[in-house]
């Protein structure tokens, strides 16, 4: 019993599906999770008309959406909204998500034929390599098939015409409330003088960029930005700062990897910059809420580089100590 296999090629002349739709339907992280998962118990529910979705109550046996009888041979998917890339962080979650769905069917006397992660995007080359090595030892040892959903078999399952109803409900083009963004403000020549000692400005001079005065003037809108919100301490908005925060790491992390695994002997990872304020500027992920544009958004990450969280070279840590002593 292969859910697999139900995965075809891309057709044309359908609109791009993405998945940070979820964010804006639900206006929070928490809320896109719960939308992801509603949404994949109608795919699969369409593919195969008997699946069915499992409410936790107060658990729910490791399933999310099941195939089969609770007193025989099972398929379980187990859906989880990692964002914007799977990464080292979210290894444990899926162990422990495969264990829990294998300790439920052995407690409760069914069997488990096999176990699909449902992902809405890709897993960064190191995860990839952890995945496969996990997959292949586990499948070993348990007898369970194990499978994944990323982002692209997702695509490939929503443009076909049997789950039509799906894709348009989910994806179709979805704007929310216009939002004000925040005015940006220009930089007095002092404050300029002494940006040029930040740490994030020498994480990027260690990388090799000659112009930073962009860099400053993004860094100052959002830390002013920043520091409205934390001082007016509206709940909403104190939220949404964390989760555009999380947001700006997440896709720094995800490039960072990437960028080691593609340049291991450069230790400025040319280009690394680049791509990540190119994703931060294009992404859709960041909540509406906060009212940040472009220019807030990529000062964000120059927030966390000042944090000694990130950097844009391989020893960005080094330097980060530097500033602490």
């Not at 952890?130 to 994944?148: F, K, M, S």
Request: hydrophobic share 45%.
């Amino acid at each position: 019993m292969s859910a697999t296999a139900a995965a075809t090629s891309l057709t044309s002349g359908e609109p791009p599906i993405n998945f940070a739709a979820h964010q804006f339907r639900a206006g929070n992280l928490a809320g896109a999770r719960d939308d992801f998962e509603q949404m994949l118990a109608m795919l699969v529910a369409a593919i195969y008309p008997g699946a069915r979705a499992i409410a936790a109550n107060p658990g729910d046996w490791g399933i999310d959406i099941l195939l089969g009888e609770l007193s025989g041979l099972v398929v379980v998917w187990q859906s989880k909204y990692f964002w914007p890339a799977v990464t080292r962080a979210g290894q444990a979650q899926i162990r422990e998500s495969f264990d829990s769905a294998l300790a439920a069917a052995k407690r409760n006397g069914y069997e488990l034929d096999q176990w699909i992660l449902c992902v809405p995007s890709s897993m960064d080359p190191a995860t990839a390599q952890w995945w496969d090595n996990w997959r292949a030892r586990r499948q070993r040892e348990t007898g369970v098939a194990i499978d994944i959903w990323h982002e692209a078999i997702l695509r490939n399952l929503l443009v076909k015409p049997d789950v039509a109803h799906v894709r348009r409900h989910f994806y179709d083009p979805y704007v929310p409330a216009q939002t004000p963004r925040t005015p940006l403000r220009d930089i007095e020549p002092d404050v300029t003088v002494d940006l040029d000692r930040a740490l994030f400005v020498r994480q990027l001079r260690a990388a090799g960029h000659v112009e930073v005065d962009a860099a400053k003037r993004e860094f100052f809108n959002a830390d002013l930005l920043a520091r409205e919100v934390l001082d007016k301490a509206l709940p909403v908005e104190v939220d949404a700062l964390g989760e555009a925060d999380g947001v700006v790491h997440g896709i720094w992390e995800a490039r960072f990897n990437a960028a080691c695994q593609r340049q291991p002997v450069d230790p400025r990872l040319a280009g690394l910059h680049a791509e990540v304020m190119r994703d931060i500027r294009e992404s859709t992920a960041f909540p509406v809420m906060l009212r940040a544009g472009p220019v807030h958004r990529c000062g964000l990450m120059h927030r966390v580089v000042q944090d000694s969280r990130a950097g844009w070279v391989r020893h960005w840590r080094d330097i980060a100590a530097g500033e602490a002593r």
